[in-house]
């Protein structure tokens, strides 16, 4: 079991993922999925690419 620290939870979460992908749709032009990845430590992350399993898709920014 793993301690997060409140802040990291903070950056962790999925609101912060979402934020992320609608900035860089901005920025590139390009579409952007929000992913749960199972890790408690990056529970969630932003990808160009669709995800692959074990991971889960959760958003796409368009």
């Known amino acids: 079991m793993s301690i997060i620290a409140p802040a990291a939870r903070t950056l962790a979460s999925f ?5 992320v992908a609608v900035q860089l749709r901005e920025a590139t032009g390009v579409d952007q999925f929000v992913v749960r990845t ?3 430590v990056q529970p969630f992350r932003v990808s160009r690419r669709r995800p692959q399993a074990p991971e889960t898709m959760l958003a796409q920014v368009a």
């Open 38 to 40: 199972g890790n408690p």
């Open 15 to 19: 609101d912060n993922a979402y934020a």
